[in-house]
């Protein structure tokens, strides 16, 4: 077993995770830590970090220190980013933070910083085409993705605290003041030749301000998941939240649920950068990565113990499902019958649930999970299932996607209902979600129903649908008893929902099913 810790050494803050890596593959994170010690305060033109700002990195980092030992960690990735990057005397206090805490600090560059964020974000964001920018303490970078490759990227020496301080812009700045920094960031975006106006991009942000706007747009809106990664923000509601923001004053900036005293002062400075990538791209929304530097870092370790024949995995949704798998223990083939039979059962369904292949994914991967609240117990399992999933970090999934897989799994027993008020998700639900929930859950009930043993007896299933019945025919070459009588049991959700009596046999006794 392996304990990888990774620590991000940035101009604002300094964060550290440790994930526990297991022997099978799976992984989990044991310890987040954070220190907004604004190393690059009042750095200046004359670009030295100054004793105020070291003092309180080396404290943290000494706490962090202290954690890894408690933790016992194997490897530690140590990065320092901007700050440390544009510091004169960068190399005399990496001498020292190292002598403090141990920890051998790789400066790295720009297109590095850029290029670990994209693993971080690729690794856990399903999306083939975006724009990327992690707007850091003293530098941004922008990345441009397409079919999840890079295809120009950059970095900007200008960042939350260095725009602030350079232009003046705490408290209430001049219009002048602000449009000082946006043409200076704007003129850097401009001789990138790659970032072209598209509105059909959408903007992933990392970092903490990005962080902090999602927040205060989460409690403004009063939204049900407390999960950041991959929540979702329309560039109106953006530019409306910014409107309040610029019409209050200094104390009611502090109290602004979501945005934090540490970071009120300078907020006017941290959406200069994100702003004129909007203005460059048109972009009009914003999908939050809860992941970057210390991700990408992570994944990269990971990818090299897997051999992945590169830094990304191929496929995001289905590498995060056998994760939680694997760390709940779930009965991996049964598990995977039960999508066979599920997903046999939706192709024959086709004319009368009239859903589509999104359906289709969502119920492929509600069935691997769907036992997955036995890891806590049996009894209502259905609902520590829904618990888990819901609060568990299911990437590549949208919010939508994830509440859907959740409700699933909370779904799928026969005569045991979900303690759940699907009115609570109401922002994030579609239209017609309620109606796929029920004809996707009881595909899912069925079909766990069919493999009631955990046997896999059931090899195959065939449907007769007429306007009367639904005719299921097993083929099995063992005594199916047991899952006939239990898949009986759905009888009464499909007469209900299809308007056909379900009739359940063994194919020997209707051969014309097949």
């Known amino acids: 077993m392996e304990r990888i810790a990774v620590v991000d050494l940035g101009s604002n803050s300094v964060r550290m995770t440790i994930t526990r890596l297991f022997a099978d593959g799976s ?54 980013t901007a700050a440390v990057r544009q510091a004169l005397n960068g190399e005399a206090f990496l001498a020292v933070a190292e002598a403090r805490s141990g920890l051998q600090f790789q400066v790295i560059t720009g297109e590095e910083e850029a290029q670990l964020d994209f693993l971080g974000v ?90 902090a706007l999602a927040k205060a747009d989460r409690k403004r809106r009063e939204y049900p998941l407390e999960w950041l990664h991959q929540y979702e923000m329309s560039v109106c509601q953006l530019t409306e939240f910014l409107a309040e923001w610029d019409g209050l004053g200094a104390n009611a900036r502090k109290d602004m649920p979501g ?31 809860g992941n970057g530097i210390r991700e990408g870092l992570f994944y990269r370790h990971l990818g090299g113990r897997q051999d992945w024949p590169g830094e990304i995995m191929e496929d995001v949704r289905g590498h995060s499902v056998l994760n939680i798998m694997k760390l709940h223990e779930t009965d991996t083939p049964h598990a995977r019958h039960v999508k066979e039979l599920a997903l046999s059962l939706f192709d024959q369904l086709a004319r009368l649930h009239e859903q589509d292949s999104a359906a289709r994914d969502l119920l492929t991967h509600a069935s691997l999970l769907h036992d997955a609240g036995m890891h806590l117990d049996y009894y209502n399992h259905q609902q520590h299932g829904f618990y888990l999933i819901l609060n568990s970090e299911l990437n590549g999934f949208t919010h939508r996607e994830k509440v859907l897989v959740a409700l699933l799994c909370g779904m799928h027993r026969v005569n045991a209902e979900l ?93 014309d099913a097949f």
């Open 27 to 80: 992984y989990r994170m044991i310890e987040s830590a954070r220190a907004m010690v604004r190393l690059s305060e009042g750095m200046g033109a004359e670009c030295l970090l100054k004793p105020e700002p070291v003092a309180r990195t080396l404290h943290a980092l000494d706490l962090f220190r202290r954690l890894m030992e408690a933790h016992k960690v194997t490897h530690v990735y140590p990065v320092a």
């Open 122 to 211: 690729a690794n856990t964001v399903s999306l083939p085409d975006y724009v990327m920018i992690d707007i850091g303490g003293a530098s941004t970078e922008i990345a441009v993705v397409r079919d999840r490759a890079v295809v120009g990227k950059t970095s900007i020496p200008w960042g939350a605290v260095n725009l602030t301080e350079r232009f003046e812009l705490k408290g209430k700045p001049s219009k002048k003041r602000i449009h000082a920094a946006e043409n200076t960031v704007s003129g850097l975006l401009d001789a990138c030749g790659w970032l072209t106006f598209d509105t059909a991009l959408p903007i992933v942000g990392l970092g903490g301000t990005i962080r």
């Open 259 to 289: 945005i934090g005293k540490e970071r009120s002062d300078i907020l006017a400075g941290a959406v200069i950068p994100l702003k004129c990538l909007l203005r460059r791209t048109g972009a009009e929304r914003i999908l939050v990565s």
């Open 419 to 511: 303690k759940a008020d699907l009115r609570e998700f109401d922002l994030i639900l579609a239209d017609g979600d309620k109606a796929l929930l029920r004809r996707l859950s009881l595909i899912l009930m069925l079909a766990e129903q069919l493999d009631r043993g955990e046997s896999g007896a059931v090899r195959e299933v065939r449907l007769l649908i007429s306007d009367k019945n639904i005719r299921l025919s097993v083929k099995s070459d063992a005594e199916v008893l047991l899952e006939l009588e239990a898949a009986a049991l759905c009888g009464t959700g499909f007469e209900r929902e299809y308007g056909r009596k379900l009739e359940i046999g063994k194919a020997s006794v209707w051969e």
